[in-house]
């Protein structure tokens, strides 16, 4: 049987898109693992998106689709990607997770597999506290949270500026938006996919 993974993301200048292609590329290593990527519904108005540059760098993922609550049921394991505002999720996942009340009342994602990914200004931006704030809500769906174990040494590199932590994998984007995820956070983002595929797989077939 296929285990169902989505890779549900939110992503203003294609940063936390390549971070999340690098998670459903990982998720994809695993034997039987039916991965799907999704993108939460935009909030910015479109002019604003148009002057500030982000529709032109959306553009590159528009194929995406756009996900709605009810499709979270579906899934084994949800693998949620947001960059950082002011050290919490951004509005756009906000505001879809808080559609998901109706998923709540009735236990649909108990049991189900949550984990997180990030994207920040800077190194201490709100990497670890975006990932730690966003798992409340997961707890509260009763989701079994998996992060990326110490077995992934990359996030211990001392040899270069590099996101990730035992959180999830992140990315520092800079203050604008220069620096693109590096070799090392990919291959994190890789790994966090493959884990939580391997664990999905358990949970869901024994």
Known sequence: MATKIQVVFYSMYGHIHQMAEAVA???????????????????VPEAALEKSGAKAAQAGFANIPVITPDKLAEADAIIFGTPTRFGNMCAQMRNFLDQTGGLWM?????GKVGSVFTSTATQHGGQESTILSFHTTLLHHGMV??????SEARQMSMAEITGGSPYGSSTIAAGDGSRQPSGNELAIARFQGRHVAQIAAKLAHG
Not at 25 to 43: I, M, Q
Not at 106 to 110: D, F, S
Not at 145 to 150: A, D, L, S
């Open 25 to 43: 590329a990982g998720a994809r290593e695993v034997a039987g693992a039916e991965v799907s990527l999704w993108r939460v519904p935009e909030l």
């Open 145 to 150: 949270i998996v992060g990326v174990p110490y």
């Open 106 to 110: 009735k236990g649909e994602l108990i």
